[in-house]
């Protein structure tokens, strides 16, 4: 295959705008998959589990399908993205093996905010945008106006966009011309020296790690000698080939193609995502480098059981060897006992991890409250990044003379784009998570919100259309990243019925005026339950929490202050009162048999506990604490 007949793409969309639905119906149109091998609605390209259970595509794949025209076999290769504002990090990663995007909308919602993101991304790397517009079989669409939409947007000539319908196969044949007809096909000589550029990888328990490449220059062959550019290591490739849809070997990888890669590779951290690999002797320029994943959330995981640690511990590095974004530290907590600390993209990232590890690997696990990186500045100068919150210097260390100058907390430009009508709640939403930098801007160009159906009081289809596609802003706002990993996504949907959408960018870091917050349990502090909080909160949050303590912790043979305390400040305070103990107390004149059952019982129910200081919490009880804020 010459580079001219090749095509490599993706498609970028906002979450569930039929991405999946779409890439399925091209693999069946060009035949790389039947109906009859995969469901109509059986998506190949979300293959774990999790994901397609949450509608989430996580991790990238690719896939080489053939498509005839005019006489010529085109080879189109389509690299896959997530579709999750966590993972535009391997958004950027996927497109950069790419010449072209299709741009795909859903046409009954509208551009929504992460359209715009990824767009964004893809036009950066300067690939050619196919704007598809999807969903229109739904009675709900309104594809002449959202393709104004996109004219206004992202500068479209809504001539150029393709009206498809991914779910019965209707206009999918036009996408297939317009890749070839429109996205350039890469550029690369077969005589140079071999480029060969890292983007994915997977890893396999007998072949070691698996590599997605992406072939820039020269050509690669079973048996070649290559090394990284970045560690200098050398591999011999034992095995290549394509993705159609499963791996297919083939002789050679050549320039322009994207394939899979096994060579003598064998652990997981050698594969750096973004490095560039040259034949032995034939030392290339690297590509321009990647950033590396940056985890944004941290989180504690430790075993229901202590004793389970080694065997969590062996799961979570497993599960790290096909999520290579999770960042992982071991950690000891005098509450729950041993543990790691896990870095993740996002919070969704944090679940489908967690989720993983419960159905992939059976583990029964506590995860403490999603904590933010800090960095705390020293009067010396230096700087240090603190993830758990047990670690966040003491008021004490801030007093002067103490070893802190400041704190500074990452921030994040957020873009929510929100039917007019819901626009105060969402800027409420913003004030009351410390949003700064308000600004908006109407979506839809002027003059068109007022020919589409409105009306706030009808119920009609029609109405929940015009409020989803037409008269809409689209807002920017300045928030700490902390603010946004509890609840504002649940507040986000729940105040716009759902109409708004959300994506963020990191903006760096920023001074913040945070307390660290502990919990005390009959006068011992529960490391695993402390928390930063921003000055103005530390009343509300400190009572709410207490309230919510007070309600979950079962009471026990004595009586138990819970208290909220910053530094020797104590917040608030509710007590427990003591209980008698005695269970068969009440079966006087019982059965033997009976009272032996609710002994038992106790005994087992003992067993779930978790013993902090003298107290007895039942595992629920730390369920419910860290699984809401
Ligand atoms: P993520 O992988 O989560 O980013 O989602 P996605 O963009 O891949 O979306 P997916 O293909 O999973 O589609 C989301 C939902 O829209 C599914 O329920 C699809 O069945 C449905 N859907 C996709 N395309 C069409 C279409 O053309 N018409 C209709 N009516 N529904 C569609």
Redesign the pocket.
Known sequence: FPCEVIRNFS?I????????????RLLELTGTITKKDKGL?Q?V??KLKV?RE????GLSLSFSMFHEKNGTNYLLNLIDT???VDFSWEVARSLAACQGALL?V?ASQGVQAQSISVFHVAREKGLTIIPVL?????PAAQPEIVALQMQSTFGIDPADVIQ?????G?GVEKVLQAIIDRIPPPVGDPSVPLKGFLFDSSYDRYRGVISLMSIQGGVLRKGDKIASCHTRKKYEVTELGVMHPEEVPTDCLRPGQVGFVACSMKESAEAHIGDTFYRVGHPVEPMPGFKPAKAMVYAGIYPVESSDFLKLEESIKRLCLTDRSVEVTRETSSALGQGCRLGFLGTLHLDVFRQRLEDEHDANVIITAPTVPYQIVHRDGSTSLVSNPTDFPDPLEFASGGRVRAVLEPIVKASIIVPEKYFSAMMDLCYEHRGTDLDWHPLDPPGQAGAAPAGEDSASTATATATATTDRVLMRATLPLAEIVTDFFDKLKSRSSGFASFDYEDAGYEKGDLRKMTFLLNHKPVDALALIVHAKAVDETGRYWVEKLFKIIPRQLFEVPIQAAVGNTIIARRTLSALRADVTAGLYGGHYERKLKHLNNQKESKRKMKKVGRIDLPQEAFFDLLSSK
């Open positions: 498609i969309a906002h979450i569930d705008h039929g991405k999946s639905t779409l890439a399925d609605n998506q390209l979300d994901e949450r509608g989430i595509t997530p579709g999750h795909l859903d999807n969903k229109i079989d739904l498809i319908s991914a779910k019965s209707k």
